[in-house]
């Protein structure tokens, strides 16, 4: 069963998201953070997918939009990082109303920075995280190296946004604004996850266009209690290859089912059960 709900954030802003409920009542629960741009909490229909094969094997799923995106209150040209961990703390006690008590997070493309930084502030809060080709490392964006970083970053992008208070990132002109732009060369999301304990999977295309895969490998070997699964050929989102998403939904799946303390004997079940898994 799919709802789709309204959230009040810290500052007073409302929020959209759709909560997935499995057919067995459960208290662990998946949120999906989408990445920027004009993308919103079905991730170009990647979460849909993700969201219905992860309640078939017993989670409840939310996903949902920050702020100045898809049907959520508030101006891009507001948001900043800070302000989505503050909407992902605001997500996590709306849940935490409706009795749910662990969480699995999912952090794609930008949202990865958002979703490592507050995952090492709430490590306690977080049973396993996932990473879809997430970019924690903004030096990438200061000194851009993939196609789409040199297109919408880079020293350009930083004069425009110092100089109109604004730059627009993707081809439907998203704008952001200065203070996400300075948050961008101060914040390090990947320095917050080396210390902890807290399972982590990447999962990223080799193929990818606008996060470098370079970053995927080098931190996954850094983190304590990391993995990364390679999707070979893969671009930037898997939405343009349903054998990529697959591979990524099925990997994702795995990861949370192992980590979210189910019982091995169940684990094994609803591995054999599910089609997705098979």
């Not at 929020?15 to 741009?37: E, F, M, R, V, Y």
């Not at 490998?217 to 671009?235: C, P, R």
């Given at each position: 069963?799919e709802e ?9 802003l ?48 939310f ?5 100045g ?15 989505e ?8 006690k709306?849940?935490?109303?409706k ?38 490392d ?10 789409w970083g ?7 992008a ?23 732009m300075?948050?961008?060369k ?5 320095k ?17 266009s ?14 304590k ?5 390679t ?33 091995s ?14």
């Amino acid at each position: 069963m799919e709802e789709k709900v309204f959230f009040d954030t810290s500052d007073g802003l409302k929020l959209c998201g759709i909560l997935s409920t499995p057919k067995q009542k459960t208290d662990k629960c998946i949120i999906l953070c989408h990445g920027i741009g004009n993308v919103d909490k079905e991730e170009d229909g990647v979460f849909t997918q993700l969201a219905k094969k992860l309640t078939d094997v017993g989670f409840a799923v939310f996903r949902f939009d920050f702020r100045g995106q898809g049907e959520s209150e508030g101006k891009s040209i507001d948001m900043t990082i800070t302000k989505e961990m503050e909407d992902l703390e605001s997500a996590i006690k709306f849940l935490q109303e409706k009795e749910y008590r662990e969480f699995g997070i999912l952090g794609a493309s930008f949202g990865g920075g958002a979703v490592s930084l507050f995952t090492s502030k709430h490590s306690e809060l977080v049973k396993a995280l996932v990473l879809w080709n997430a970019g924690i490392d903004y030096s990438s964006k200061i000194t851009p190296v993939t196609p789409w970083g040199k297109k919408y970053f880079g020293k350009p992008a930083f004069d425009r946004a110092e100089k109109f208070g604004f730059t627009e990132i993707g081809s439907k002109g998203f704008n952001v604004g200065k203070n996400l732009m300075d948050e961008i060369k101060i914040l390090e999301p990947w320095k917050g996850l080396v210390g902890i304990n807290n399972p982590i999977l990447f999962i990223h295309g080799d193929k990818d266009s606008y996060i470098p895969y370079s970053d995927s490998v080098k931190y996954s070997k850094l983190f304590k209690n990391a993995k990364l699964i390679t999707i070979e050929g893969g671009e930037h989102g898997f939405h343009d290859n349903s054998k990529h998403a697959e591979q990524a939904d099925k990997a994702t799946a795995e990861f949370f089912l192992k980590h979210m303390q189910y019982k091995s004997y169940v684990v094994s079940s609803l591995l054999h059960s599910s089609e997705l898994l098979q």
